[in-house]
């Protein structure tokens, strides 16, 4: 599993912020997120902004990269893959 926080934009935005407010909310919190990763076993947590292209590219590459190594893994621990030799 990779965590991610889409629309990271909208922590900048006056306008959301004021309406979170007036309904006493916040933003989630780093440690929020950190408990989260912990709970759902994430391999990492990342942000994103898919309005300004901020950081989505790194997402897939952590993402592809976070399930070739999981194949690998599983891979390993079915041990050798027994194939026929051709003599
Ligand atoms: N501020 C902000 N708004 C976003 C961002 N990404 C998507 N939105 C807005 O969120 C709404 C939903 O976007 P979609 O791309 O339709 O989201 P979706 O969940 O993929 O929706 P479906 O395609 O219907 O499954 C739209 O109003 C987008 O403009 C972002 O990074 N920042």
Redesign the pocket.
């Known amino acids: 599993v990779l965590l991610v926080g889409?629309?990271t934009?909208?922590r900048q935005d006056q306008e959301v912020l004021q309406r979170l407010k007036d309904g006493r909310i916040e933003p989630v919190s780093r440690q929020q997120v950190g408990a989260m990763a912990r709970q759902v076993r994430a391999v990492s947590y990342m942000e994103c902004?898919?309005?300004?292209q901020d950081n989505v590219g790194n997402i897939f590459v952590t993402a592809c990269n976070a399930a070739i190594s999981a194949a690998r893994r599983r891979q390993r621990k079915a041990g050798p893959r027994r194939v026929c030799a051709i003599l």
């Open positions: 889409c629309k934009d909208l902004s898919a309005r300004y």
